[in-house]
Structure formats: structure tokens, C-alpha cells
């Protein structure tokens, strides 16, 4: 009965409504992490730059609370596109229980101080900045098997050289260094293809997954709710 279970989720995967939202969790990764980086960077390098002047500080303040709130966000996305709990950082949790007051505390300059001596906002920065990591592994990982699950799907149709398909000649529908040249071949790589498709969709779901686990252990670590 144990192995059955597994089984079930195996091939249900491309039927089922989460696996779609994985696949959304991972297309959004390379943006937002490639996003974050920059911010990060940007807002980083021009604080220390102009630490001296009055200028740096503010910058340096704003980007950490930026920091916080997007990890908040990634922690929305854990939540309502995975299902996994992920508490918001610290900042962020007494800001939406703040009773109207714009800044938590007992105003900026005790804001200020709480923000960087917090523990959640360098989780946060550091949520951020791997995202990007993360991010770039999801593009790298839904590409490359999008496209080689999409080209064995479809060798039966375009094997011989079916007219309309651009770049497919009679004879040279090649995977790799493998040319297909009969329609059992083509039916045969088409069979591997969705065995490959089941492979990769249920791999996909266990990577989102990863994600999201990962963000709330970042940011779950330390301060309670």
C-alpha cells in the first residue's frame, strides 16, 4: 500500500493543479532573483560609496528594508504557491500588527536601529541573493527539459520532414547525435518523451519544493511570530 501511494503521485503529476503552480514558482525564480541582485547591488554599492555623506546611510537603510519586505513576499509565494508556511520577517510581522503606526518602534531612528540589528533582515539578504542562484538553476532546469521533452514528444509528426516545420529536412530530424529516420523510431523517442515528461514534471515539483522549504527555514530560523 506504501509503494502505491508514491506511485499514484508519479503519474498524477501532470494532472494535477500543483504541479502548474511549481512550474509558475519556478518561472518567476530567474526574474525575481536576477531582480534582487541588482537591487541589492545597486543599493549596497552606492550606500558604502556614500557612507561619509549624509546620503549613504539612508540609502543603505532603505535597502535593507526593501530586503525585508520582498522576503515577506517570497514568503507569500511559499504560501499560496507551494503550501508551505513561511513566517515574514520580523519587521515586516510588526509593521502589519503596527495599529496604524508607519513604522514600527518608537519611531525612525529606533526603526532604524532594530532593522539592522535584526537577525530576519540579513536572512532576508540572504534569502535574496541566493534566490538568484536558485533562480538561475530554475531557468537552466525548465528550458532544457521543456525543450528536449518537446522535441521527443513531437518526432512522430516532423520525423520525415513534414512541410511547414522550419528547420527539419527528409531524413535529418536529429536528438543529439542521434538521427530518427522510421516512424517506429520516431513513435519509439515520442514513448521515451513522455516517460521523460512524468520524470521531469515530478523532479520540477520536488525542486519547487526545495525552494520554498528553504525559505522557511531562512526565515523561520531565530525570531518567532
Known amino acids: 500500500m506504501t509503494s502505491v501511494v508514491p506511485a499514484r503521485r508519479f503519474f498524477a503529476a501532470p494532472f494535477r493543479a500543483q504541479t502548474y503552480r511549481s512550474l509558475a514558482y519556478l518561472a518567476l525564480a530567474f526574474p525575481l532573483g536576477l531582480a534582487y541582485f541588482v537591487g541589492l547591488t ?28 520582498l522576503a515577506g513576499f517570497e514568503a507569500y509565494l511559499a504560501k499560496h504557491l507551494l503550501g508551505v508556511e513561511s513566517p515574514s520577517p ?5 509593521f502589519d500588527a503596527g495599529d496604524g503606526r508607519v513604522l514600527p518602534g518608537d519611531g525612525m531612528v529606533d526603526s532604524a536601529k532594530r532593522l539592522v540589528t535584526a537577525p530576519s533582515t540579513w ?11 536558485f533562480g538561475t538553476v530554475s531557468f537552466v532546469a525548465l528550458t532544457v527539459t ?3 521533452g518537446a522535441v521527443m514528444l513531437v518526432a512522430p509528426f516532423v520525423y520525415d520532414g513534414t512541410p511547414g516545420w522550419v528547420g527539419v529536412t527528409e531524413s535529418q530530424y ?12 520516431a513513435v ?8 521523460f515528461a512524468f520524470v ?18 531562512l526565515l523561520g530560523d531565530g525570531d518567532s511570530a
Do not use: C, D, M
Request: hydrophobic residues 60%.
Open 42 to 69: 545597486v543599493g549596497g554599492s552606492l550606500g558604502v560609496g556614500l557612507f561619509i555623506t549624509v546620503v549613504g546611510i539612508p540609502i543603505l537603510i532603505a535597502t535593507l528594508a526593501g530586503a525585508t519586505v
Open 90 to 94: 520580523e519587521l515586516v510581522r510588526e
Open 123 to 133: 536572512r532576508s539578504v540572504a534569502l535574496l541573493l541566493t534566490k538568484f542562484v
Open 146 to 148: 521543456g525543450a528536449l
Open 174 to 185: 536529429r536528438i543529439g547525435s542521434w538521427t530518427v529516420e522510421t516512424l517506429p523510431e
Open 188 to 195: 519509439a523517442v515520442a514513448a521515451a518523451g513522455v516517460v
Open 200 to 217: 521531469a514534471l515530478n523532479l520540477l515539483n520536488g525542486f519547487a519544493a526545495v525552494q520554498a522549504r528553504y525559505t522557511a527555514a
